[in-house]
């Protein structure tokens, strides 16, 4: 019995070995993959006891996806949270801001996120207090004011917006709310991408993923020079002068469906490095070159931290009433108006 136990904890560990090591990154030799299986097959045993579902960015390390029951963008994800029955914790392997929202739209259910560090640089140049004092000085210049809050930011952010949006959405819910004046936060490169598309004033807010911001057009140019015919897909949250660059801007989710059916067969995914590894796990007869730009909060979720997060049920998210209903107001007005 313990010899057959210990040849199928083998097995498994060299079939996740041979996976994870053709991403071609260092860390996943094979005593790596063996402890990684054996907390594989202790996560599953865990929510499969305790009625879990496991959500996972599209920015997570590659051995987060072998355990997630989803794997998609923040808004993707939260909306899954509220469709899976019977669960009754949901573990969001991701960042905080992520976590709320799948909060907000699951209030019945315990949300945990397992490392509470997972911070994110974009959602912390915007406050509540300074958001309320801004549309104040602006709404003295422009009454029909409102106010579009990427979905990357606070809860309490969220509550105070006209309406949210996605990277995905964002012209959509620009040109269809009731104002010609628009204070887009937190993100700058966001704010002028729509800016470059629409008749309306767009007023940006001074905030940036630093993951994006870093991006350079000249690395960009590097790569087109050396892989003639290479598709780019950049992230609308990158400068303008790289979005200038690529053949197609988009959310992640949908860089993953424009890779899936596009004819192309090589494609630069100019966004963190986390999503050409779900890319090169999921479409293997695909090339795909990388950016190799690592979020420092993505990455402080650990297979190990999750573990722990479903063995202790730590740690919880929490809001107060008036905000998560705020912020719901807010989401909900985005799926209305980026339908
Ligand atoms: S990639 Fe950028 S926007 Fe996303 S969590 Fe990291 S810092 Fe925030």
Redesign the pocket.
């Known amino acids: 019995m313990t010899f057959e136990l210990q040849s199928s904890t083998t097995a498994a560990a060299e079939q996740l070995h041979r996976k994870l090591a053709a991403l071609g990154q260092d860390g996943y030799d094979l005593a790596a993959c063996e402890r990684y299986a054996a907390q594989i097959d202790e996560i599953n045993r865990l929510k499969a006891e305790r009625g879990a579902v496991v959500l996972a960015h599209n920015?997570q390390r590659p051995e987060i996806f072998e355990v997630a029951d989803f794997i998609g963008d923040s808004l993707e994800l939260a909306r899954k949270a509220r469709e899976v029955r019977g669960a009754e914790i949901i573990v969001f392997c991701g960042?905080h801001f992520m976590a709320e929202t799948a909060k907000v739209f699951n209030p019945e259910r315990m949300v945990l996120l397992p490392d509470r560090r997972a911070g994110?640089?974009?959602?912390e140049s915007v406050t509540a207090e300074a958001l309320a004092e801004r549309k104040a000085e602006l709404r003295e210049i422009y009454p029909d004011l409102k106010v579009v809050s990427y979905v990357?930011c606070t809860a309490d952010v969220k509550a105070l917006s006209d309406a949210c949006c996605t990277s995905a959405n964002a012209l959509k819910v620009a040109e269809a709310i009731d104002s010609e004046h628009v204070l887009f936060v937190p993100d700058q490169n966001l704010a002028n991408y729509v800016q470059s598309q629409t008749r309306k004033q767009i007023i940006s807010w001074d905030g940036n993923?630093?993951?994006?911001h870093q991006i350079t057009p000249d690395e960009v140019n590097k790569v087109k020079r050396a892989i003639p015919g290479i598709k780019v897909l950049a992230h609308p949250?990158c400068r303008t002068d790289v979005l200038r660059l690529a053949d197609a801007v988009l959310s992640t989710s949908a860089m993953v469906r424009y890779a899936e059916t596009s004819a192309a067969d090589k494609f630069l995914v100019v966004t963190?490095c986390g999503l050409s590894d779900r890319l090169l796990m999921e479409i293997p007869n695909k090339h795909f070159y990388k950016s190799c730009k690592l979020?420092r909060?993505?990455k402080m979720i650990t297979l190990g931290g999750t573990l722990d997060s479903l063995r202790n049920l730590r740690f919880e998210i929490e809001l107060p009433d008036d905000v998560r209903q705020g912020a719901r107001r807010a989401l909900e007005r985005m799926l209305e108006l980026g339908a």
């Open positions: 920015y960042v994110c640089s974009l959602a990357n993923c630093y993951v994006h949250e963190e979020c909060y993505m």
